[in-house]
């Protein structure tokens, strides 16, 4: 079957100008660019950007299915916005939808998810005005950042904090900058790693694990991955794919992050990262709407090392969609 795809992208933020909003953007419209040409090859395509017309815009292209790129505008369920109008319209989009889109971008709400599903995660508490009594169970050092946000914003360095003092201050500080609740979890001293998750079900793909390596990373900008790190320091970062894991870590990593994929509802695609532990494999967050920038963004480095194209990859990630999207017109109608 021939499909009309729609690609949805967010429109550059020009109300607001910062190294942060600034990466994001330039991230954003690489990826677009890079996908549009790809899809293009095999589908009319038509760009929409998701904006306040972007109801009339679908009705007046006829879209069949929709590859959706957008973050969202603004609030704490941003990521959810463009699925369900998309729902709304009774069109098939690619990713994960409404509800998984949502509390995956809510990391409080997340991590309160995995607890539930025995998903292994580092202990947490959620701060919402920043004078709370800090929960007995919560060892230091821990790390602050903003609950629902992503690509490394609020995360710097002086984000692992090692006192009750210092942890007030940086939460009080995120609370000014950044929309409520700030979440705080143990900072789990070991060995990072991604997980890149495609398909669905008990046919899902897991991609070779990531290892991020941040030893060369100069002190002042933290070993482990702040926005500084994220933006600046590329070049500098060592990833192993596969990462040197013995076959029981791997499997347990593995197992934790498809565990956490399925307990948020995810679809199609997504990231997990996780830090190790004395061999245990605790799940930091998941990205929904994982980055897809070729030669930048972790799943395209994950595909490369089964010798997946990056234009594979995105054929690939449609090709689950449409196959789920197939599989529940079949089972409902």
């Known amino acids: 079957m021939s499909y009309k795809i729609g690609l949805i992208v967010d429109k550059p933020n020009i109300e607001k100008h910062n190294e942060e909003v600034d990466s994001a953007d330039e991230q954003k ?196 991955y702040t926005f500084e790190v994220k933006t600046c320091f590329g070049d500098q970062t060592r990833f192993y794919c596969p990462a040197p894991l013995s076959a029981e870590i791997e499997k347990a990593i593995k197992e934790n992050a498809s565990k956490a994929f399925d307990a948020l509802g995810c679809r199609d695609m997504a990231r997990v990262d996780v830090r190790l532990k004395d061999d245990k494999p605790y799940v930091i967050e998941i990205n929904s709407l994982p980055g897809l920038k070729p030669v930048y963004s972790d799943l395209p480095k994950m595909a490369e090392a089964v010798g997946m194209s990056y234009e594979e990859l995105i054929m690939q990630i449609l090709k689950e969609a449409i196959k789920r999207i197939e599989s529940n017109r079949e089972l409902y109608s």
Do not use: W
């Open 29 to 224: 419209q690489t990826t677009a660019d890079k996908i549009k040409e790809v899809l293009s090859k095999k589908y009319k395509l038509i760009k929409i950007v998701a904006d306040e017309k972007i109801i009339e815009e679908l009705n007046r292209n006829n879209i069949d299915i929709v590859f959706n790129l957008s973050t969202g505008t603004r609030g704490e369920s941003r990521q959810s916005q463009i699925p369900a109008i998309l729902e709304m319209l009774g069109i098939p989009y690619v990713g994960s939808g409404i509800l998984a889109h949502g509390m995956a971008l809510n990391k409080a709400v997340a991590k309160q998810i995995f607890r539930f599903h025995q998903v292994l995660t580092p202990c947490f508490q959620v701060f919402h005005t920043g004078k709370e009594e800090i929960d007995l169970n919560l060892k230091f050092p821990v790390i602050v950042k903003p609950a629902c946000e992503g690509s490394g914003f609020g995360i710097h360095k002086d984000s692992v904090v090692y006192s009750k003092e210092a942890l007030f201050k940086k939460v009080r500080e995120l609370l000014k900058q950044y929309q409520p609740p700030v979440l705080v979890e143990e900072f789990i001293e070991g060995r990072e790693f991604t997980v890149g998750i495609i398909g669905n079900g008990k046919d899902k793909t897991i991609l070779p694990i990531l290892e991020i390596d941040f030893k060369d990373i100069p002190e002042e900008y933290g070993k482990f």
